[in-house]
């Protein structure tokens, strides 16, 4: 059974500026052992997203369509058997997870924390033996359980976070940023790490970055989006390596590959800033920075369609089969 | 190119004293050019010490060793001395919405080096252009605008006029793009480089990111615990790193021109704890591997010695690859 499933999820925000939509229709599927990588700008509502299968938006969020998690609505399932799926059915990975650590206690007792509330028959001897295994397991030497995370470095607190997103055994772990703030060494560290339980414990991995590079080297499937919905959508390395949408195609240029003569003094990028969402634009919401936008474009909002093989793509330019890059 | 525009900084060094009087070698020992018309990458992990030698070259940490200079004249500790320095050579910092002040409009933030350096003609003229150069056009619109009513690029280019006021030769930006999103940093690049296309200034950009340096730089320079291990022209150190260290950087890249990925164990050493002989041998994957049996006394006991400027542009410290290339050490 599929993993993890988003039906027709919209989110729309209330505050002093009206409504405001966020997320505005994905469809999106993951299945166990298998990691989905989700790129965009920031505002473009991936982490809305993220929030939104644990239900941790903010009250004034309204979140419509069906999360399933192995089949089961998170948006509609009461407060206890909700509390019992975060953590055990399903973690998170924050961006700068590391700051959120609580300052004045050891690192092993915040690791065992989520395994003493969610198993009550577990001793707090067990639990913290267990926690001392998980910190080994993410590359820590078990004796830093009783260190305090001003002891650590940014990697190490980083690998602290992942040690309490797996100390309860979940299905899925969403990572929203998780290595961004990290060095390139460490990154590679944590990357490692994360790809070797999706493979020895076949969890089902959601990675949420605006690198696009970094998710075509980790995973499965991609899903671009902008402006609340998703523009692109297909196998990982095919987004980046031959994009079928001009924003994804922007986004993978925004990160050159080494090596690759044409990115060399060649800063690629993407004039102007992404819509208000508040304030969309008519027609296609990326118009108004598109480089190959026809006439249609300003007339209607192109649906998200297959282009080819297990490709989709939400530019009425691709749809033809038309090149959606200058030059 | 003329000697009497470049930032130099030989043999620097610095030290911080620490609890339990132990010190901490932040920058122990860098050779390292910055010339008008070229930008050149300094890149490492955090902790390498690129930010500290990045604040030595502005006179803003005292070195304790070695000397910076610009233009062949040694920098001063006088205010005076500083301050004329300054005129030549700008720190552009990361974070845009940290750096300026939200209560300053974007007139008053670009003026304030003017101010600083008592430059009272044309004050108007001069930020204008300033702000035109850093391509937030026309200028005039953006006079009044306070940081909270911009976009994050736009931040960062009234950061980077507030630099370019003074007319420097030499701009040192820390991380320029790191907070940016993916479309922006493009932006920004872009504009370093054409600065240094049309008007030929020069730049040290410091970052953690292998691909900017690829975006736009000339040079780069790859730091590991307070010391330069290579350098060279970013075609060769990038595409045919030589040090273990930065062909375990460069493998780890999305797409990387060197083909298996060496994921480094641990992390960077204390900088009051620097190993002895090669600094990067216990992390060093050629000596796990055994690679290195015949130059391994050597990178036990032997320091490599700090890159200075040489007749090769390419350099490189490393025991095995200096062994490499003269093969006749090699089988002693």
Redesign the interface.
Known sequence: MTLLEFRDVHVTYTGSRGRVPAVRGVDLALEAGQVLGVAG??GCGKSTLAMAVLRLLPKSAEVSGEILLDGEDLLTMGWGRLRAVRWTGASIVFQGAMHSLNAVQRIGRQVAEPMLVHDKDLSAAKAAKRAEALLERV?LPPSRARSFPHEL????RQRVMIAMALACDPDLIIADEATTAL???????VL?LISGLVKERGVGLVMIS?????L??TCDTAAVMYAGKVVEQGPAHEV?ARARHPYSA??G????????PA???????????PPDPGRLPEGCSFRPRCAVAVERCGEASPELLEVEGARLSACFVAQEGEPVVLG | MSSDKVLTARGLRVEFGLPGGRVARAVDGVDLDVAPGEIVALAG???CGKTTLARTLLGLERATGGEVAFGNVPLGRSTKALKAYRRQVQLVLQDPSGALNPRHTVYDAVAEGLRIHGITDDEPGRVAEALSRAGLRPPERFFLAYPHEL?G?QRQRVVIAGALVLEPSILVADEPVASL???????I??LL?RLKEDAGLGALVIT????LA???ADRIAIMYLGRIVEQGP??QV??EPRHPYTR???S??????VAE?V???G?LPDASRIPGGCRFRPRCQEVAAGNALKVLDQCEGVDPAVLGPDAEPHLVACHLDRALRDPARMSG
Do not use: C, K, Y
């Open positions: 700008e920031s590359g470095s940014g990697g190490q060095d390139v060494m460490v990154q590679a560290q490692q605006h690198d696009l590079s970094v075509s080297a980046f922007a986004l240029a925004a990160f050159p590959v080494i090596g690759d990115s060399r003094r060649n800063p690629g990028g993407l004039a102007g800033d | 992990e955090s902790g976009s690029g999103d993916a479309s922006v940093r493009g932006e690049l872009s480089l953690h990111d292998l691909g690829w975006s736009i970013v075609e990038l595409t375990a950087l460069v780890v890249l999305p797409d990387s021109p990925p994921v480094l164990a992390e």
